[in-house]
């Protein structure tokens, strides 16, 4: 049992959940409107030439649209039925403003 | 790199090093590749070729190797529209397919393979793997009854974007959401403008895992108990120490070396 931990194939994933870009959008966009942070509330469609163009100081080709207009899916199998994980943490929807006041403190310390 | 794995790097060695405090700091070089692996530090006893030594590798990855930014699959749904693929871990060839390149094609043309984020270090552990597998293999064949001195367990954790806290010490802000904040106010230059609103692309369809930063922890604490605890199953000599081995070929690296 627990050399099944490390077989061949120990791959772990470690998903507790999803969340499309528009719904993140939506969610991030109103907490920061209501900090009056943006004049929108409502999330904007950009072109991808404009994402594919942050992040470039990273040096990694693309990043942005990495992180902003790519799927990146999986579940996490083997952790729940290997090692018996028990994910109990808050979902990203009730920690978000949280993570976003984070954020743009961080922002403004720099 | 994926950053929210650089990040997890950082959190992750803060919090291990409050837990475990015997950390030593141990440089590597991207080039190097499993050598690195087999060459671990000396354990303080040398190894009996009866009582085998187990030494543990988790290694951090990230789903930044799964995602479909670079796809030049004709198939593939154009950014911003949902991608139906999810990946598992339980499945072999869902977790080795994404870095082993296909053959090239026999007709000369040159292969348009681009490795996806995190592909050359998963490669590495994987030929680590696969090499010990045939050693083992091949000293059953011939009868020896425990193959090398010295074994490498490996685990590869590939967390999706994180959010949220940790507990102590560790950094306030992940990944993924200081990016996107700054991307919304400021732009990424001295001269960039932020866009004004939060954003998507095309219809925004575009899926991502996610993973609290104490439920990522949890996981890792788990894998590192079960490490401690034995993952060896006959021999015994391991067991006053355990190295562990966080392994980060493009940052350097980290070695742990639990005391017991």
């Known amino acids: ?110 | 790199m994926d950053f929210s794995t650089l990040i997890a790097f950082f959190i992750i060695s803060s919090r291990f090093s409050s837990s475990y405090p015997f950390c030593l700091p141990w440089k590597e070089e991207k080039e190097t590749n499993t050598n690195a692996i087999s060459q671990a530090p000396a354990p303080q006893t040398p190894p009996n070729p009866q009582k085998p030594i187990t030494k543990y590798l988790i290694h951090l990855s990230g789903t930044g190797i799964l995602s479909d930014y670079r796809s030049t699959d004709p198939s593939a749904p154009p950014p911003g529209t949902l991608n139906p693929r999810v990946y598992s871990d339980v499945s072999l060839a869902d977790n080795t397919a994404i870095f082993l390149p296909p053959p090239p094609p026999n007709d000369g043309r040159s292969s348009d393979w681009i490795d996806p984020l995190h592909g050359e270090t998963e490669r590495i552990v994987y030929e680590a793997w696969r090499r010990e597998e045939e050693e083992a293999k091949e000293a059953k064949a011939n009868g020896d009854g425990a193959a090398a001195a010295v074994r490498v367990r490996t685990a590869i954790m590939r967390p999706p974007d994180i959010y949220g806290r940790g507990l102590g010490v560790a950094r306030k802000t992940s990944a993924y959401v200081p990016f996107y904040v700054r991307e919304i106010l400021q732009g990424d230059s001295s001269d960039g403008e932020g866009i004004g609103a939060a954003f998507f692309v095309g219809e925004g369809q575009n899926r991502r895992g996610w993973v609290h930063l104490e439920d990522l922890m949890g996981l890792y604490l788990k894998l590192v108990e079960r490490a401690v605890e034995g993952g060896d199953e006959g021999a015994a000599a391991w067991g006053r120490e355990v190295s562990f081995f966080f392994f980060f070929l493009a940052f350097g690296g980290c070695a742990c070396r639990l005391g017991r």
């Open chain 1, 1 to 110: 049992m627990i050399a099944d931990c490390w077989p061949l194939q120990g791959y772990y994933h470690a998903t507790t959940q999803e969340t499309t870009q528009l719904e993140l959008a939506q969610a991030v966009g109103r907490i920061l409107y209501e900090k009056g942070l943006i004049k929108e509330k409502e999330p904007k469609q950009v072109p991808l030439e404009r994402v594919d163009g942050m992040m470039s100081s990273y040096g990694l080709p693309l990043l942005g649209r990495y992180m902003f207009a790519s799927n990146s899916r999986s579940v996490a199998t083997r952790a729940k039925d290997v090692l018996g994980w028990v994910p109990k943490a808050p979902s990203i929807w009730d920690v978000l403003e949280q993570d976003v006041a984070d954020a743009i403190e961080a922002l403004g310390s720099k």
